[in-house]
């Protein structure tokens, strides 16, 4: 063989192991990835909304709670209120997110009408008197281009609670992990950072015994504050993975679970349709981190699995939509799991028959946290969103399927 060609493969060789050994190195060090779609996540101002007790005659209106949106009240006619809602800053998703209390001194019928400042109608109002059982307000009136809506409402003097979804905030949030916190498959339970604003951000872990050396697979949620629905499947999901059977105990040998709940806690109880206290969707921030939600959760998977010598395989968001969808890589990626999403997503499917969801493949133009997973780890990936009118039953089912399909497939396919 010619000298030259002998070098040749040699220096293509050093090239191979140079790569090679970077990869590997770099697995554990946090990585930054240039996207096509480009996103300034420079803090911006944002306006807080007002915490007041509204009054006109008999008719109270208050917004001072966590999760609450209420800009503005005021009478229009005789039966009708009008409720002003503004997000906390623009340009902004248009899913405008309202919730507030109303009651009256007297038993009145009135009708309400929800205006919003340059954004169309998204969620279908839900009332409560006790804020855990909610209904659907049936009776909607569209305004013109769906900037407002008026529905009718007995008020008396017994607090009603009205908001766009079911009100979830951080300490609901709190409440429900620490409910979880008695179940044997529930290993850690702690903080992994603060908020613009100083609330935690909270962190478990799902498995049995140590983590050291198992595969991991992180779920996340609430990133965007409206987003309830893709919450409670979150919750049905987890539901599932702490179930005591032949499966989870099997799946908990070789894999763990590490889920961060809500990310965006000041979103949530400062009642934003989209951003975070610095006025940012933190969803557009997994390339630079330069918000301290996206910061201190992107740092704590990766030296967590550095630490563990953990391989994360798999990362899944929760969100909510208009439909029920799965936002997937396309076919140009591969990824630690080969067509995972395929059968995962047909796996789904057929437990859930006839509620089959839209699958989407992706391309990685935006620095979002499911492209994130594949450029820091190759890990899999998917965006799962719930329907905001989907039904809880079928919400549960989904994701109760989701769960253990994810868990034969792992075990079954990919050991």
């Not at 930054?32 to 005659?57: C, M, R, V």
């Not at 965007?224 to 919750?235: I, Y």
């Amino acid at each position: 063989m010619p000298y030259f060609l002998i070098m040749q493969r040699f220096f293509t060789l050093l090239v191979y192991l140079f790569v090679f050994i970077s990869c590997k190195s770099n697995y554990y060090v946090r990585q930054t990835h240039e996207y096509p779609k480009a996103f300034d996540t420079k803090n911006k101002k944002i306006g807080y909304q007002k915490k007041k007790l509204y009054q006109i005659g008999d008719v109270f209106a208050d917004n001072r709670f966590a999760g609450a949106r209420l800009n503005g009240f005021k009478q229009i006619n005789d039966t009708l209120y009008e409720v002003y809602i503004k997000p906390e800053n623009m340009p902004i998703n248009p899913s405008p997110w309202y919730a507030f209390k109303i009651w009256a001194k007297r038993d009145k019928d009135i009708y309400i009408k929800l205006k919003y400042q340059k954004a169309k109608h998204r969620y279908t109002p839900k009332i409560s008197k006790d804020r855990r059982h909610w209904q659907k307000i049936e009776a909607l009136y569209y305004g013109v281009d769906s900037l407002s809506l008026n529905f009718p409402v007995h008020l008396s003097k017994q607090v009603q609670w009205i908001a766009g979804q079911e009100i979830i905030n951080s300490n609901d949030v709190k409440k429900w992990i620490d409910s979880l916190a008695v179940n044997p498959f529930i290993k850690e339970h702690i903080s992994i950072g603060k908020s613009v604003l100083g609330r935690s951000i909270p962190y478990f872990r799902i498995g049995e015994g140590s983590s050291k050396n198992k595969k991991v697979i992180v779920l996340l949620s609430r990133q965007h504050p409206p987003e309830v629905t893709g919450f409670k499947a979150l919750q049905f999901f987890i539901d599932e993975l702490l179930n005591k059977n032949d499966l989870t105990k099997k799946f908990y040998q070789s894999y763990d679970i590490w889920v961060f709940p809500i990310l965006n806690p000041d979103g949530v109880d400062m009642g934003h349709w989209r951003h975070n206290a610095n006025g940012i969707d933190l969803n557009r921030d997994w390339a630079y981190f330069r918000q301290p939600e996206i910061d201190a959760v992107t740092n704590f998977i990766v030296n967590k699995a550095k630490e563990g010598k953990n391989k994360v395989v798999l990362g899944i968001d929760f969100h909510s939509t208009f439909k029920d969808v799965y936002y997937v890589f396309d076919d140009s990626f591969h990824t630690a799991l080969p067509d995972f999403n395929k059968y995962w997503t047909t796996s789904i499917d057929r437990l859930v028959y006839p509620h089959k969801t839209r699958k989407s493949p992706y391309v990685a133009t935006q620095p979002i946290s499911k492209n994130w997973f594949y450029f820091q780890f190759q890990a899999e990936a998917m965006t799962y969103e719930i329907g905001d009118a989907t039904p809880v039953n079928i919400i549960r089912k989904k994701s109760k399927a989701s769960a253990i399909s994810m868990m034969n497939l792992l075990l079954n396919t990919y050991e």
